[in-house]
């Protein structure tokens, strides 16, 4: 098993940055990725960005490209999601998300972090 702590968000006013941090504890040996989504009350869970554990590849939405900027520190099994020019529509809970790799044929397991709640005003 996996464990996610969160760290970061708050509240900002539009045009602000917010930065969040997730550190994986537990059998991290089997990630695949890191990564973030966010949900807003009564909408599904959405990808935000992620990046692979080993050769740091990573992934957008196209609502954030050019805002956020994900990074990875895989020695500390931390991962990093700058988000720069925040806009009201950004404002969600953000939930830290891990996978491991595939195994033959059957996907790996999925974690997810407690959430953190990011507020933007405009």
């Known amino acids: 098993q996996v464990q996610l702590v969160e760290s970061g968000g708050g509240s900002v006013q539009s045009g602000g940055s917010l930065s969040l941090s997730c550190v994986a504890s537990g ?3 089997h990630l695949y990725s890191m990564g973030w989504y966010r949900q807003t009350p009564g909408e599904q869970r959405d990808l935000v960005a992620s990046i692979t554990t080993n050769w740091g590849t ?5 609502s954030v490209k050019g805002r956020f900027t994900i990074s990875i520190n895989a020695a500390k099994n931390t991962v990093t999601l700058q988000m720069d020019n925040l806009k009201p529509e950004d404002a ?3 939930y830290c998300h891990a996978k491991d790799w595939n ?19 405009s």
């Open 58 to 62: 990573s992934k957008y939405s196209d």
């Open 92 to 94: 969600a809970v953000y």
């Open 27 to 29: 059998r991290t040996i």
């Open 103 to 121: 195994h033959h044929e059957i996907p790996g397991n999925e974690y997810w972090g407690q959430g953190t709640q990011v507020n933007v005003s």
